[in-house]
């Protein structure tokens, strides 16, 4: 027997507003930084454009995803295609990372022998990236939390604003000491602060794709909180799971007294444990399995 409740939406769709603006404030810059840079022969800036180019593409695919993800559910996808966010959060998570190591490459290469720089122009295209990331940051500081996407792009966005504050650094020593190798420390360090980031996105992604706790949920937690329901023995076989952000699962087998299963009140069981669930814990989306207290032997294998 089951109870269920469904969530209405993923929260990277609520946030679409959000992520449209980004993505126009984010390519408007990437155009700016991209000339600059080309103009002005800053491999920082270059490396700037490039990581906030691999941001506006993770951003679109998050806008995509979002999409899919709200189209209803079918007999062949029981979920819908609400995962598509997730793995557009991958995508954007392996492009951070390849970036990553182009840009280290690069700077590494130029170390022996940096290019001169136009520091005037290359101070005043970092200054302007460094005011779009910021107003980028602040768009999407209200969804962060909600969203594994908006959480990526906000973390990418803070990344942008401290290598847009790189970039202005290297352009002041430059333009005051002419010591040309600040834009290769400033894109290597650019190159540093991706990885981390891409690291922490993908670790995400991966414990959602298999399917781990979701991060915050004590399992003991709900378990004794399941064994406090009226009627409630024990419970096993008990699983908690994301299928996308915003979005949490459990099921679990729920041992209850005879007199619940002879009085014909299970429904008032699932619907104590739904409660309980939803209150304590915000899971909207629970399955259960009622049993009487004979027939756990009866099952094949099973987890605690």
């Known amino acids: 027997m089951s109870g269920h409740a469904h969530a209405h939406g993923t929260a990277t769709g609520q946030h679409r507003g959000r992520l449209l603006l980004v993505l126009a404030l984010t390519l408007g810059v990437v155009g700016v930084?991209?000339?600059?840079?080309?103009?002005?022969?800053?491999?920082?800036?270059?490396?700037?454009?490039?990581?906030?180019?691999?941001?506006?593409?993770?951003?679109?695919?998050?806008?995509?995803?979002?999409?899919?993800?709200?189209?209803p559910a079918t007999k062949a996808r029981t979920y819908g295609l609400q995962r598509a966010e997730i793995l557009a959060a991958l995508a954007n998570g392996l492009l951070l990372a390849g970036l990553a190591v182009w840009v280290i490459v690069q700077a590494v290469g130029r170390w022996e022998d940096p290019p001169e720089v136009a520091s005037g122009l290359m101070l005043v295209v970092a200054v302007v990236g460094a005011a779009a990331n910021l107003v980028s940051l602040l768009v999407l500081r209200g969804g962060q939390?909600?969203?594994?996407?908006?959480?990526?792009?906000?973390?990418?966005?803070?990344?942008?604003?401290?290598?847009?504050?790189?970039?202005?650094?290297?352009?002041?020593?430059?333009?005051?000491t002419g010591y040309a190798r600040a834009d290769v420390i400033a894109s290597f360090a650019i190159g540093l602060l991706i990885l981390p980031r891409a690291w922490s996105l993908l670790r995400e992604v991966v414990d959602v794709l298999l399917e781990?706790?979701?991060?915050?949920?004590?399992?003991?937690?709900?378990?004794?909180?399941?064994?406090?329901?009226?009627?409630?023995?024990?419970?096993?076989?008990?699983?908690?799971?994301?299928?996308?952000?915003?979005?949490?699962?459990?099921?679990?087998?729920?041992?209850?007294?005879?007199?619940?299963?002879?009085?014909?009140?299970?429904?008032?069981?699932?619907?104590?444990?739904?409660?309980?669930?939803?209150?304590?814990?915000?899971?909207?989306?629970?399955?259960?399995?009622?049993?009487?207290?004979?027939?756990?032997?009866?099952?094949?294998a099973h987890h605690d």
């Open 33 to 71: 930084q991209v000339v600059g840079g080309l103009v002005s022969g800053s491999l920082a800036l270059l490396a700037d454009a490039g990581h906030m180019l691999t941001d506006a593409t993770g951003v679109a695919v998050a806008l995509v995803a979002s999409t899919l993800a709200a189209r």
């Open 145 to 176: 939390r909600e969203s594994l996407n908006l959480r990526g792009a906000y973390l990418e966005v803070l990344g942008d604003l401290v290598g847009s504050v790189a970039v202005v650094v290297a352009g002041v020593v430059i333009a005051t």
């Open 212 to 300: 781990a706790t979701p991060r915050g949920l004590d399992l003991d937690e709900v378990r004794d909180h399941i064994r406090e329901v009226p009627g409630v023995l024990d419970v096993h076989d008990l699983h908690a799971w994301t299928i996308t952000s915003g979005a949490t699962a459990l099921s679990a087998h729920v041992v209850v007294d005879d007199a619940c299963i002879d009085r014909r009140r299970p429904g008032d069981v699932l619907d104590a444990l739904d409660a309980c669930l939803q209150t304590h814990f915000a899971m909207e989306h629970c399955t259960f399995q009622l049993e009487p207290a004979g027939h756990r032997p009866h099952e094949g």
